[in-house]
C-alpha cells in the first residue's frame, strides 16, 4: 500500500520557522515530482511548492517565495519544506503529494498520491 506521512507541524509564532517532513512508503518516488499543498479553514486546497525527480527544478507559490525551501531525499523516499519566517497566513493544513509524472505541476490533478495532512498554526 501506497503512503506519504507528513510531520513537523505544530504552532509558532509570526516570523519562527518550522521544517515538515513526508516519507513515502510503498514503493519509491525516485522517479517522482514531489509538492506541497496546504488548505486554510474554509478555503480551497492551493498549491505552494514542487520538486521535480531529480531535484533539478522548483517551484513556488509567490507568497512564500524567499521564505520556503523544498528539498528531497531520494535515498530516504522523503520530501522536506523548509517554512521561515511565518506568517499568520500560512495557517493551514499541510499535504504532500507525490505524482507518478518526474516533472511537478501546480494542480491537485498533477499528482496521484496524498497524505493525510499535518497542521501549521502562526500566531500574531
Known amino acids: 500500500q501506497v503512503q506519504l506521512a507528513e510531520s513537523g507541524g505544530g504552532s509558532v509564532q509570526a516570523g519562527g520557522s518550522l521544517r515538515l517532513s513526508c516519507a513515502g512508503s510503498?514503493?519509491?518516488?525516485?522517479?517522482?515530482?514531489l509538492g506541497w499543498f496546504r488548505q486554510a479553514p474554509g478555503k480551497e486546497r492551493e498549491f505552494v511548492s514542487y520538486i521535480s525527480w531529480n531535484g533539478g527544478r522548483t517551484n513556488y507559490r509567490n507568497s512564500v517565495k524567499g521564505r520556503f525551501t523544498i528539498s528531497r531525499d531520494n535515498a530516504e523516499n522523503a520530501v522536506y519544506l523548509q517554512m521561515n519566517n511565518l506568517k499568520p497566513e500560512d495557517t493551514a493544513v499541510y499535504y504532500c503529494?507525490?505524482?507518478?509524472?518526474?516533472?511537478?505541476?501546480?494542480?491537485?490533478?498533477?499528482?496521484?498520491?496524498w497524505g493525510q495532512g499535518t497542521q501549521v498554526t502562526v500566531s500574531s
Open positions: 510503498g514503493r519509491t518516488f525516485s522517479n517522482s515530482a
Open positions: 503529494a507525490a505524482s507518478l509524472k518526474a516533472l511537478g505541476g501546480v494542480l491537485d490533478r498533477d499528482y496521484d498520491y
